[in-house]
């Protein structure tokens, strides 16, 4: 049995991105194994995007056995692995930047305001650095390295 939207305008076959929110509930409630990885598609395309905001909203109202369960924990996977992989690009950022500045590790993270093992944290992506000690960053990468 293939999904059915009631009362909607949009078709199952339309891409995800173009169902609303009942259309993503009706999925979760009645879809089928399919269904439920096209959202998932979509969901790991853009995992804070307009399609998994509606499915956080399904499963707010609906809580189909273990359906439910499987989503919400697939959310947070493709959320983490987002996550994991822009603290990567930050980190390489960093890295392009000390590159560019000249300087060394330690002279870096003093002309920045920071220890070198605090810059160490962000040089291999355990943590990101704020928005202004970026900027702080960039700025002391466009200066040529006195000597």
């Not at 707010?60 to 983490?80: D, E, K, M, N």
């Amino acid at each position: 049995m293939s999904l059915r939207f009631r009362h909607l305008d949009v078709s199952p076959d339309a891409p995800v991105a173009s169902w609303p929110t009942e259309g993503v509930l009706a999925a979760v409630e009645r879809g089928l194994l399919g269904d439920w990885r096209r959202i998932m598609g979509a969901v790991r395309d853009d995992p804070w995007g307009p399609v998994a905001r509606r499915l956080e909203d399904a499963l707010t109202v609906s809580q189909p056995y273990g359906t439910a369960v499987l989503l919400r924990r697939a959310l947070a996977r493709c959320r983490a692995e987002a996550a994991a992989a822009e603290r990567a690009e930050v980190a390489r950022r960093v890295r392009g930047l000390l590159e560019a500045s000249g300087l060394g590790r330690a002279d870096f993270a003093e002309a920045i305001g920071t220890s070198a093992s605090r810059l160490s944290t962000y040089l291999n992506g355990k943590v990101a650095p704020s928005s202004t000690l970026l900027v702080r960053m960039e700025r002391v990468a466009g200066r040529r390295p006195e000597g």
